[in-house]
């Protein structure tokens, strides 16, 4: 199994971004999916998640409203949409694939434990 996130850069605050996860060796479709993001000096939080087919979705609190998250199942990518984008949204962002393909609760969403596997990470910064 392997994750490639993409799409991060440097923007100046209020712009957007688009962040990709593709994913290879495995059936994409059968497990839900997450972003995280890591600031230095800070542990990995959780970002957003959505379940498999796409019908739930997840967000934490400081990104509601300004992040969407979405998949497409034929192309085997998550995707993150950013926008109003604050510089407290600088990170690395990570995505990672669920063990759950519908988590039942936040604190599922938002644990690391409740992922598997991850991928590289991708640089947003942003500039005030």
């Known amino acids: 199994v392997q994750l490639q996130a993409s799409g991060g850069g440097l923007v100046q605050a209020g712009d957007s971004l688009r962040l990709s996860c593709t994913a290879s060796g495995h059936t994409f479709g059968g497990n839900g999916m997450g972003w995280f993001r890591q600031a230095p000096g800070k542990e990995r939080e959780f970002v957003a998640a959505?379940?498999?087919?796409?019908?739930?979705?997840y967000y934490a609190d400081s990104v509601k409203g300004r992040f969407t998250v979405s998949r497409d199942n034929y192309k085997n990518t998550m995707y993150l949409q950013m926008d109003s984008l604050k510089p407290e949204d600088t990170a690395v962002y990570y995505c990672?694939?669920?063990?759950?393909?519908?988590?039942?609760?936040?604190?599922?969403?938002?644990?690391?434990?409740?992922?598997?596997?991850w991928g590289q990470g991708t640089l947003v910064t942003v500039s005030s």
């Open positions: 959505i379940s498999w087919s796409g019908s739930n979705t």
């Open positions: 990672g694939r669920s063990l759950y393909p519908v988590p039942r609760t936040m604190a599922i969403v938002r644990s690391t434990s409740s992922y598997d596997y």
